[in-house]
């Protein structure tokens, strides 16, 4: 989710511990009632306003968007599949909401991940089975074959186009969340954090843009940042204690928790690619698979028919939505070695 190395995924994952899962869970019971409450309201696309009123369906019965099928895409899939009639899709369903987590019953995978692979299988006239993995494992199950597609916020990067094919359907971005009522009003460039105390996760790509900023300041004779690191929800008391001044995070985990908690607001966003390329979140085949057109074709046709629209407003991501899915666009830069 950057241009530095250090793997894109962990950006979306250092928050996916199970405290943020309760916590988000309790915020939605708190502000809309009952978890089998479909969603019925979402958070504007900047996420900076409504909160409180994004409404999530957490239990097993999703009632998910539904796509028809489209013979002269289905027809372009690979004739083993379709004569299987199956579509295995790998996800890493960490407790990140709203990416891909567990229902009340702790066994049903749901999120905006399983639901735009929801309608990818339904464009393609598949049954859709989705298989619960670790992130390590979804690579290799990908790459071997096991899976026909990893569908779990996945970045772009040029090296892992050496090895996989990608259909892109969602903006890779990062965001700045403070409280309502604090003294922070916008963060558009590091000019913005000198001096105030942020919070990160250690090891992932917005520490790395966040001490790129760091620096800049330090050169430009501004005061330097006081960087605080946490690897759970417990970033979130210390931003409402007044502890730090603002949290550094992964855009759909940071609105889905202003949105549904509504005591923090989002003060402005960053490309999860840094300045030198646009972050994209890809379905991930093993290339030369003969995947990746069928899946891009489905889901600009989602796109165009709104089903994928009304997905990303259900998860209250609709400030990440993109106008076409690309294969192999441009990806993060390379690794030094």
């Known amino acids: 989710m950057s241009p530095f190395p250090v ?12 405290a943020l899962l ?10 809309c009632g009952t978890p089998s409450d479909i969603a019925a309201g979402s958070a504007p696309s900047s996420g900076a306003a409504g909160a409180g009123q994004l409404r999530v369906n957490l239990s097993p019965n999703q009632n998910r968007v539904r796509a028809t099928k489209i013979d002269a895409i289905a027809n372009t899939v690979p004739a083993a599949i379709r004569e299987k009639g199956e579509f295995v899709v790998g996800v890493n369903p960490d407790g990140a909401p709203p990416l891909e987590f567990l229902a009340t019953d702790d066994r049903t995978l749901i999120g905006s991940e399983p639901d735009i692979a929801q309608l990818v299988a339904d464009v393609l006239g598949l049954k859709l089975r989705l298989e619960n993995t670790s992130w390590e494992n979804l690579f290799l199950s990908v790459r071997s074959g096991k899976y026909h597609l990893g569908f779990s916020n996945i970045t772009v990067t040029e090296d892992r186009k050496d090895l996989y094919d990608f259909a892109t359907y969602r903006v890779d971005q990062l965001a700045w969340e403070v409280r309502k009522d604090g003294k922070v009003t916008k963060i558009s460039g590091p000019a913005d ?8 996760g250690s090891g992932t790509n917005q520490e790395k843009i966040l001490l790129s900023w760091d620096e800049e300041n330090k050169k430009a004779g501004r005061k330097p940042v006081n960087i605080s690191y946490f690897e759970s929800s417990d970033y979130q008391l210390a931003l409402r204690s007044g502890r730090t001044d603002a949290h550094f995070g992964p855009n759909p985990t940071v609105a889905y928790h202003v949105a549904v908690a509504g005591e923090t607001r989002i003060a402005g966003t960053y490309s ?35 089903k994928y629209a009304e997905v990303l407003e259900r998860w209250g991501l609709s400030n990440e939505a993109v106008p076409e899915a690309l294969v192999n666009p441009p990806g993060l830069p390379r ?3």
């Open 193 to 200: 954090i000198a001096g105030l105390n942020v919070s990160v």
């Open 335 to 337: 690794e030094k070695t």
């Open 7 to 18: 793997p894109a995924r962990r950006a979306a994952r250092r928050f996916a511990a199970p």
């Open 22 to 31: 309760a916590a988000t869970a309790l915020a939605v019971l708190t502000a």
């Open 272 to 306: 999860g690619g840094g300045a030198s390329v646009d972050g994209r979140i890809a379905a991930m085949t093993v290339k030369g698979s003969g995947l990746v057109d069928p899946v891009a074709a489905a889901l600009n046709a989602v796109i165009k028919d709104g």
